[in-house]
């Protein structure tokens, strides 16, 4: 492949050079299916930019909701697709900013790259940004966050771009065929004990049911019963639900998505008495199970930690799939820190492009920081937690799953 040394366009156009390169911006990801599955097989790819997640938030919430979808690709000289860019363009305070797909849901946030172009585009990445920037029309502000600092144990070769380290990190472990084994690794000889005492109490509640939904009408049933748990948990703590009914939407249709498909819902739930008690729900994608939305009930079954329960049959399942990692997704948590062996910290690419875009850019960055410095204290957060506790309304009763 050749060097990329850029060459701004004179004009705007929809396909912009760069040397050896071919940015072009295309509107769905169904138009190039067959190029992104080949890409994503042998390059660099988080489970949020595969094909199956970005053309079934398409289809699902974009569509109906008339999002402004902007695919980037990115070519050779001789037509071959390098990367792709599944970008949006959100309205925030009234400014046009260009963001990941899917952004309220994603844990990572990349482009699906080539081997070949993730291993030369560094030198040249903040040409490749200026060059997008003035391949897309009606923008602002371009605001992409979580990006990893490393992926799949090799420096993200975008670094280059990163103007800001995000609040959270993200939190992985690497799985072995025996769970036993891994199990002891993990956790003392105390907390085992413990745990078994705590699971012999549900058990005494009723039978104790684990796994995963039989058919599509049991899996709308667990999806729902996740979702009103994240509601009403949330609720409590003074935090608004950050899925609502397109998180929603989203991740029922994820799970419909052919058996032959390269990424897989999988919400193992755990019950007792035949009433669902905790949802671990993730992706499994390329040997990877990763963590996208947990909650347990409100019941009086929370005292015995289903919740630790859902999480030890689900790394037990995993394991006897011959998965390679499990990746907890991003937010610290005390639970994750017992299993974690690697630590991924998440960083911001926010660049202005008009005058709108600087006004979004000199409030965004200082709130980033805000956000990193109080989550990064133990007695910030705390208090701010305790604040929205105090701040959220009185409970209301329990909504029915659906």
């Not at 697709?81 to 305070?93: D, Q």
């Not at 949330?234 to 998180?247: A, C, M, R, T, V």
């Not at 409100?298 to 998965?323: H, V, Y």
């Amino acid at each position: 492949m050749n060097e990329f040394t850029p060459v701004r366009s004179e004009t705007a156009q929809s396909a912009t050079r760069v040397r050896g390169l071919r940015l072009a911006v295309i509107s769905r990801a169904d138009q190039i299916k067959e190029e992104w599955l080949a890409l994503q097989k042998s390059g660099w790819v988080t489970p949020y930019q595969s094909y199956d997640w970005v053309n079934t938030w398409q289809t699902e919430i974009s569509i109906p909701n008339n999002e402004d979808v902007r695919i980037v690709t990115v070519r050779d000289e001789a037509g071959v697709l390098h990367a792709i860019f599944p970008l949006v363009v959100e309205t925030s305070w009234g400014t046009r900013i260009l963001r990941w797909i899917s952004n309220s849901q994603i844990n990572y946030g990349m482009p699906v790259m080539s081997q070949a172009f993730a291993a030369s585009i560094g030198e040249q990445c903040k040409w490749l940004l200026a060059e997008l920037m003035n391949l897309v029309d009606r923008v602002d502000a371009v605001h992409l966050d979580k990006q990893p600092a490393t992926w799949e144990g090799k420096p993200n070769p975008l670094a280059g771009l990163f103007t800001d380290v995000g609040a959270n990190s993200t939190y992985l472990f690497n799985l072995q065929p025996d769970f036993d084994e891994l199990y002891r690794q993990k956790r003392s000889k105390s907390t085992r004990r413990n745990n078994r005492r705590r699971d012999a109490k549900l058990e005494r509640l009723g039978p104790m049911e684990f796994g995963l939904p039989a058919n599509p009408a049991e899996t709308d049933h667990v999806i729902n019963t996740l979702f009103r748990f994240v509601e009403t948990r949330l609720g409590e703590k003074g935090i608004k639900d950050p899925y609502g009914k397109s998180g929603l939407a989203f991740y029922r249709a994820l799970a419909q998505l052919p058996e032959d498909a390269a990424l897989k819902l999988s919400p193992y739930y755990l019950s007792t008495n035949g009433e669902i008690v905790s949802v671990m729900m993730g992706s499994e994608f390329q040997g990877v199970f990763s963590g996208l939305v947990c909650s347990i009930t409100d019941g009086p079954q929370k005292e015995f930690s289903p919740g630790d329960a859902a999480l030890r049959r689900t790394i037990q399942a995993c394991c006897e799939k011959n998965l390679v990692k499990f990746d907890f997704s991003a937010g610290h948590s005390d639970y994750k820190m017992h299993w974690a062996e690697e630590v991924i910290p998440l960083h911001d690419t926010v660049h202005a492009i008009t005058g709108a875009g600087y006004k979004y850019v000199a409030i965004a960055r200082p709130g980033l920081s805000t956000k990193r410095l109080i989550k990064r204290s133990d007695w910030l957060w705390r208090t701010i937690k305790q604040a929205r506790k105090l701040s959220a309304p009185a409970k209301s009763p329990a909504k029915k799953a659906g």
